[in-house]
């Protein structure tokens, strides 16, 4: 996915960035950056964070870069922020979204003049390096903002840096957050609301889709008018969001409590214990818990000192071992026991399936799986929010397959309503695969009263396909 945190103060910026960008470890896991300008002109941090956590890789850094304007970042992929040099002057930029016309938008920057772009391992031109080129292909900064949200395909939000502020312009159709906070002599921008609070910051505004402000010590001047159509992702509630952020006003761990509450009033099963897949699953269980009045337990815990997040390795193999070693076992709560276990989501079901069967060789009896969301049909578009190259890599779509065929855009349709036949076949098939008692998965329109905002305004395309 990836995160950024942005500052612009009176006095040195830097702690403020170290700590505020810090706060967004949990947004990505391979790269980081911080840059940042003062008396010397512009000056730049980049480490590789797979092995070593952002705080350890920066903390040098933070003690030697100097500046009152500063941007900073955690990414999935790609080297930023970037330095670039142009007729608009010199800046820094990093980025957060996707952009699926890549190869189109590098075409047409050749067409334009632009002489070339740096590859990166694979033979892939950074995104945030194409950002860069079509802004430079416009007479001034909020122009070339304004033209990269048009001409995107995709998402994307960009943070800017200038030697005399920073420009902040959430994508257009807002899918990821831009929070705005503000203390005395500074005012900083950030994907989480919570990184800045910490910091001495308050909240001072929430960015509009589209939106673009100028951000300097004395304040946050909106240079380009918010649209008025929205599409924020919703998983940012039920997985990527810390438990203390706040989206358009819902907080994340209250939202996870409303969700396992309507996962609770659905269901007919009488486990002994409703436990959470940690850290994800924690908050829909206990919100489970509570309206149903069975015990929540912690059958196994998540050993976090030295683990990783299971996702980081590229080898999906590799994940999977992680997330097989974090979780260690409280045999008093698992041998005999019926467990009700709530993960956020089932991607390809690989983890859980193993997690169910580690389960049940520490001596459950029964092991009954509630996601917090309904079944992942469709890859995002918009984010980076999973590694998959293929919807086959999702196991409601592999189900599918095996029952269908190719299906038709209908025929998805059909196995996404959870009053339909398929649908109800289709997840049979998927506990059958993965060895559950018995799983059932939360319903679409369930989940979005969960959020508690209006559906038109939320991104429930993985889910159903609507764009």
Not at 4 to 27: P, Q
Not at 82 to 108: M, P, R, W
Not at 380 to 402: E, M, P, Q, W
Request: proline share 5%.
């Amino acid at each position: 996915m990836g995160g950024f945190f942005a500052v612009a103060s009176k006095e040195s910026c830097v702690l403020d960035l170290f700590f505020g960008t810090d706060y967004h470890s949990h947004l990505g896991t391979r790269r980081a950056g911080m840059a940042v300008h003062g008396k010397k002109g512009f000056d730049r941090a980049i480490h590789n964070i797979q092995n070593s956590p952002f705080r350890t890789k920066f903390e040098r850094d933070a003690e030697e870069l100097e500046g009152n304007l500063g941007i900073g970042c955690i990414s999935d992929f790609e080297p930023q922020p970037l330095l670039v040099n142009s007729h608009l002057g010199s800046f820094a930029i990093t980025t957060v979204g996707k952009i699926n016309n890549a190869e189109q938008l590098v075409d047409e920057c050749f067409k334009f003049g632009h002489t070339h772009f740096l590859e990166m391992s694979g033979g892939t031109i950074n995104p945030t390096e194409i950002t860069a080129a079509l802004i430079n292909q416009k007479s001034s900064i909020v122009e070339g903002l304004r033209y990269v949200q048009e001409r995107v395909d995709g998402s994307l939000t960009v943070l800017l840096l200038t030697p005399t502020g920073i420009y902040a312009a959430r994508d257009r159709l807002g899918r990821t957050p831009v929070i705005i906070g503000r203390k005395e002599n500074a005012f900083c921008a950030s994907f989480e609301s919570f990184a800045y609070l910490n910091l001495g910051y308050e909240d001072y505004k929430e960015l509009g889709p589209g939106e673009i402000v100028f951000i300097t010590p004395e304040g946050a001047e909106t240079v380009g008018e918010p649209g008025t159509e929205m599409k924020i992702c919703s998983f940012l509630w039920v997985y990527y969001g810390y438990p203390t952020s706040c989206y358009e006003g819902v907080n994340v761990e209250a939202m996870r409590y409303e969700c396992g509450r309507l996962l609770a009033r659905r269901d007919n099963v009488h486990p002994d214990s409703v436990a959470g897949v940690p850290d994800s699953g924690t908050a829909h269980a206990i919100g489970y818990s509570n309206e149903s009045r069975i015990p929540f337990a912690r059958p196994f815990i998540k050993y976090t000192p030295t683990w990783p997040r299971s996702f980081m390795p590229v080898n999906q193999e590799q994940r999977n071992l992680i997330a097989r070693m974090k979780l260690i076992p409280v045999h008093k709560l698992i041998k005999g026991k019926h467990l009700l276990l709530i993960d956020d989501s089932i991607v390809r079901g690989t983890q859980l399936r193993e997690t169910t069967e580690f389960l049940y060789q520490s001596g459950a009896k029964e092991v009954h799986i509630r996601p917090a969301c309904p079944p992942i049909m469709f890859g995002c578009k918009y984010l980076n929010f999973s590694r998959s190259t293929s919807d086959l890599d999702l196991i409601a779509r592999r189900v599918i397959l095996k029952r269908e065929g190719e299906p038709s855009k209908e025929l998805l349709e059909d196995y996404a309503d959870p009053d339909s036949r398929n649908y109800q076949e289709m997840v049979e098939d998927i506990r059958k695969e993965l060895n559950f008692t018995t799983l059932r998965y939360h319903r679409l329109d369930d989940m979005i009263q969960s959020i508690g905002i209006s559906p038109c305004r939320l991104c429930t395309y993985c889910w159903n396909g609507k764009e």
